[in-house]
């Protein structure tokens, strides 16, 4: 969690729209601080893995394990989105500097892609948190957070800044409440049904 704010917080950087002066000048200054952001981005990730992992809430019933749920695949996808998203941002690190305009508009433009890919992750995993909670006010949030996370997938589309800080923080907030209601042992998801193949076993 610690791991998911740091990330969020320490560096917005440059999308589309970004002019070439302006973008080298951010990616030159700020060089430290990118390459530690998207050091912790991707330790967070790795982290997410687990996290989804434990949702999953395996059993083993007669030597076969149960299928996964759709929460924990759905967490798997966020883990994977978030390490694609340092991907173009450690390009433009190092290259920036250098890069023709063309390279350098399309990194950019690759940094907001990545990132829409990331929110809409992050919206099927509201989306699957809110359909398997236990209780009313679970699924409320969840939908509120993946509305949250749809709504700035799309404004991305438009260059727009609009909730950049408040569907991650809202999306961290959700994992907050995963999280602590795991390690007290009052899980907020409903567990999956066994298949049919392994209900027979």
Known sequence: MLLLLGSAAMVTAPGRGTADAAARSFYSANVGVILLAQVIGLLAAAAFVAFAKGLDGRQVQSGRDMPRSSVALA????????????????????????????????????????????FAAITTFALATAAAARDRWVSIWALVVGALAAARALLLLFRSDALEMVAPMAFLSLVLLLSAAALARRPLLRPRPASPRVAEL
């Open 75 to 118: 967490g798997w996808s966020v883990a994977l989105a978030a390490g694609l998203t340092a991907v173009p941002v450690l390009w433009l690190s190092a290259v920036a500097q250098n890069a023709g305009s063309a390279m350098l508009h399309a990194l950019l433009a690759a940094s907001d892609l990545t990132d829409m890919v990331l």
